[in-house]
């Protein structure tokens, strides 16, 4: 595998966190912290916050994107929002199928294609988590976990269309508790992953498709991740609310 054909991505998943003024002034810290990245930078941001972000982040390197999309273009589906409404905005990326959704909203991987597909349609590029939680690491079965989440997600997608979707490999036992995976287990996983993705689309695409991985990522376990091979980037949820430590990861990633 040859990790330089593939840009890393360091993107925060701010979650349900910051108000409008929270929201603008911690884009303004992040800006000079992290303006000579080499590495793509994102902030996913509540809807609230993204006109907010859009504004904030106007001739920076950083992209804003939104944290769900819903798949349908219009209508009676009330607080939902449509990929097309995110596209109008100027939003450029959109999490789908986080963990959290899958956990607490009844998100199935059959409404993750779905909502896959509309925001391909609009023209956003997806984050497409995936990941195994505790008891089916135990049982052992991470990987088929991993495939099955990645290939219905993918379903119906082309090789084109690949090049605008990044993975977020998202062991949900090491989100938001302090336990990261280690590098050795975050790097097996993204690299297995990778290898359902060349089943799908050959070899190349393959080694041309950015998998973060995410999972109390954090300024001091950042570079040890992000030097792992199968490793492009992260998806990064409490330390992304943070400037400092947002900008250690992106220059951890940068070097890499
Ligand atoms: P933490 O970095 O807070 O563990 O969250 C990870 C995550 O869920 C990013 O989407």
New binding site residues.
Partial sequence: MNKAKRRAVIAG?W?MNKTRPEAKALIEEIIPLVKDADCGVVVCVPYTNLETALEAVKGTNIGVGAENCHWEKSGAFTAEISAGMLAEMGVEYV?IG???RRQYFAESDVTVNRRVRAALDEGLKVIL?VGETLEQREHGITERVCAIQTKAALEGVTAKELASIII?Y?PVW????GKTATSEQANEVNHYIRTVIADLYGEEAAEGTTIQY?????AKNAEELLDQVDVDGG??????LKAPDFAAIVKAASRT
């Avoid at 090491?174 to 508790?177: H, R």
């Avoid at 995410?214 to 954090?218: D, E, I, L, P, R």
């Avoid at 998806?235 to 992304?240: K, N, R, V």
């Fill in positions: 998943n979650k999490i986080h963990s959290e988590c977020a998202e090491a989100i938001g508790t995410g999972g109390s990522m954090n998806l990064i949820g409490g330390a992304s």
